[in-house]
């Protein structure tokens, strides 16, 4: 089943395609991979389909449902996570309060019940601190979640940013480059949360420049270069791929 | 539970006080700490979300006008008055800012410093309003056959618009909105990504500011009983500035009501020198800035003593709070 069906996108900064003319599917359930050179339009498309661009042309449509050109507020709403390249967190805050404040979309009451705090408010603000605890332990956060989050260690600050991700409760969760910059430890370790994500229903795109992880956790991937898709596949015939070899080291002849 | 004894003390002492201090001079001056507060206050709801107003002065003085014109031109009574004061500072705050808002919040402080100047001019240049000489003999609040003459009645007025101003301010923090606001002021594109709309919330956030500038300009204006446009000036806006800045601005309710305090008493205490008031003045102020960039009400995290009260409370309350947090 198509979860997202890109058609036609996209988006020109002056006369620079960053994405041009780009049509992808994303499946129920799987995980995509999104590889390509750097400035090959990879977080472009993350920001085009988080709302934080408007498309210049081209559809994006969501379950069914045309999502193009509305705000990034409106694209969580209808179940579109997403991760920040540079952990973005709010970082005044300890581990625990960043998922719980972050648990915006969750809240059914009224405004006036919340702002009277009645019983049924508080219950709901229980029901959140409980459901936030939940993605802490399943993320291996809970036992930092006093801690600032931005006291954090690099590794531990991106999968924050996950959890943050996971508290709007997406059906498509798309991360930009969620192991880069991590040691071999803590990137095993993000592998086995996204294949955790993965398994409790959650559809993942995940932008990477680390091959070796994307080349393991990825059911299909797609190779962009200069906006283009130039590549669509399992991980190994993508590896084995001419043509993304040429994007990523360039013709045999310059040699 | 000291807290709360702590709590229920203060707020006796206040209701207490004209009881205390029989001494109307003294009496004035926390009407003004209240007053001022709520300006301040008004400051503090806009920069939990980021949003630096330079116009509290204007819409002070939307409230002002809008309650003395209903009163002497219309007979309306004055707690109606009031209220529509609170409303029409509200309706200006809405039409005029959601569109400053739209923009962007550098755009939203260059435009609240403009409408205030305007309002000011036309406060000032129409007839209607009063004239730059102002509006003289406003009446005063009544209920039934009593009338607010004293400073005493004065004082529980102000306590009460206080009051209710803190609640209202406390409960919106406490509730989800609050949470929005809060993340929003951390990092509006994360929290964009959370599902929070970024622009209705701050739009709510100077709304409800601007509805209690109002309501302080209507007390403002039956209290004093005189109106000058000037009186609004661009100085009264960074003044509400101060007061939260002087206060600690992440302190934001009791931020604005400790640096009003501030504000409103050093100058009286540097009566004896009255020369050197406006140096001295200046230089504690700048003081106060470099030294105690959180505030005065982070002294008790500064100084290590106090810090330790701190840990044994949280220790009492079983919050791990370490140091290290604390000193954040």
Same mark, same amino acid.
């Given at each position: 089943?198509?979860?997202?069906e890109?058609r ?7 006369g ?12 129920a359930?799987?995980?995509l ?10 977080t ?11 498309p ?5 449509i969501?379950?069914g ?5 509305l ?9 579109? %996570?997403r @991760?920040f390249? #540079? $952990?973005t967190?709010? &970082?005044? !805050?300890?581990?625990?309060d960043n998922?719980f ?6 809240y ?14 508080r219950?709901?603000?229980?029901a959140?601190?409980?459901?936030t605890l ?13 801690e600032?989050?931005?006291n ?7 999968i924050? %940013?996950v @959890?943050?991700? #996971? $508290?709007?409760?997406? &059906?498509? !969760? ?5 192991v ?11 592998v ?8 409790k ?6 932008v ?7 080349m ?5 991937i797609?190779?962009?270069d200069?906006?283009?898709k130039i ?7 993508i ?8 994007a ?8 | 539970?000291p807290e ?6 203060g707020?006796l002492?206040?209701v ?7 001494n ?6 926390m ?6 507060s ?9 920069w ?13 003085a ?31 705050a809405?039409l ?22 305007i ?11 009063g004239?730059w ?12 056959s009593?009338?607010f ?21 406390y409960?919106?923090?406490r ?7 809060t ?7 994360l ?9 209705r ?21 039956h ?6 446009p000037?009186?609004?000036?661009f100085?009264?806006?960074i ?8 206060g600690?601005?992440s ?11 501030v504000?409103?008493?050093l100058?009286e205490l540097?009566?004896p ?20 960039p959180?505030?005065?009400l ?15 409370g ?15």
């Amino acid at each position: 089943m198509t979860l997202l069906e890109v058609r036609g996108l996209s988006k020109y900064f002056g006369g620079l395609a960053a994405v041009d003319q780009l049509d992808l599917d994303v499946f129920a359930g799987e995980i995509l991979g999104l590889i390509g050179p750097n400035g090959a339009g990879k977080t472009t498309f993350f920001n085009l389909i988080s709302g934080f661009y408007r498309p210049m042309r081209g559809k994006i449509i969501f379950e069914g449902e045309d999502i193009t050109g509305l705000k990034p507020h409106q694209i969580a709403k209808r179940g579109i %996570g997403r @991760s920040f390249q #540079l $952990a973005t967190l709010f &970082r005044g !805050l300890t581990v625990f309060d960043n998922v719980f404040i972050g648990f915006h979309l969750d809240y059914g009451g009224g405004v006036l019940g919340q702002f009277l705090h009645t019983r049924a408010a508080r219950g709901e603000e229980q029901a959140i601190r409980e459901k936030t605890l939940e993605i802490l332990e399943v993320m291996g956060l809970a036992p930092l979640k006093y801690e600032l989050a931005g006291n954090l260690p690099h590794g531990y600050q991106k999968i924050l %940013g996950v @959890s943050l991700a #996971l $508290a709007t409760n997406p &059906r498509l !969760l798309l991360l930009d480059e969620p192991v880069t910059g991590m040691n071999p430890t803590e990137a095993l370790e993000m592998v086995h949360l996204i294949t955790n994500i993965r398994d409790k229903g959650i559809t993942l795109v995940v932008v990477e420049h680390n091959m070796r992880t994307i080349m393991e956790i990825s059911d299909r991937i797609i190779a962009l270069d200069y906006g283009k898709k130039i590549a669509e596949g399992l991980p190994h015939e993508i590896s084995e791929n001419e043509k993304v070899i040429e994007a990523y080291l360039g013709k045999e002849e310059e040699w | 539970m000291p807290e709360k004894i702590l709590k229920a003390a203060g707020g006796l002492v206040l209701v207490a006080l004209p009881f205390i201090v029989r001494n109307d001079y003294y009496l004035h001056l926390m009407n003004c700490i209240f007053m001022y507060s709520m300006l301040g206050m008004g400051f503090s709801i806009m920069w939990k979300n980021r949003l630096i107003t330079c116009g509290q002065a204007g819409f002070w003085a939307v409230g002002a006008y809008t309650s003395t014109l209903l009163v002497m031109n219309a007979g309306v009574p004055f707690w109606l008055a009031l209220l529509a004061a609170g409303i029409a500072s509200a309706l200006v705050a809405l039409l005029t800012l959601s569109i400053a808002l739209k923009a962007g919040p550098l755009q939203f402080f260059a435009i609240t410093l403009v409408i205030s100047f305007i309002i000011m001019q036309v406060l000032g240049v129409v007839e209607f309003f009063g004239g730059w000489h102002g509006i003289f003999g406003i009446p005063r609040p009544t209920i039934g056959s009593f009338v607010f003459l004293s400073k005493t009645s004065y004082y529980y007025l102000a306590l009460f618009l206080l009051s209710a101003n803190v609640f209202i301010f406390y409960a919106l923090y406490r509730s989800r909105i609050g949470r929005a606001w809060t993340a929003i002021g951390l990092s509006a594109s994360l929290a964009e990504m959370q599902g929070i709309d970024v622009y209705r919330y701050r739009l709510a956030a100077t709304v409800i500011g601007c509805f209690f500038a109002g309501i302080c300009g209507s007390f403002y204006a039956h209290y004093q009983t005189v109106l000058v446009p000037t009186t609004f000036s661009f100085q009264c806006s960074i003044f509400a500035q101060m007061y939260a800045l002087i206060g600690g601005l992440s302190y934001y309710i009791a931020g604005p009501i400790a640096g009003a305090a501030v504000m409103v008493l050093l100058p009286e205490l540097l009566r004896p020198v009255a020369e050197f008031q406006p140096i001295i003045y200046g230089v504690l102020l700048i003081l106060i800035v470099v030294f105690l960039p959180r505030g005065i009400l982070s002294i008790p995290q500064r100084f290590p003593v106090v810090r330790g009260f701190a840990q044994i409370g949280a220790k009492l309350k079983g919050l791990p709070i370490s140091i290290k947090n604390l000193r954040k």
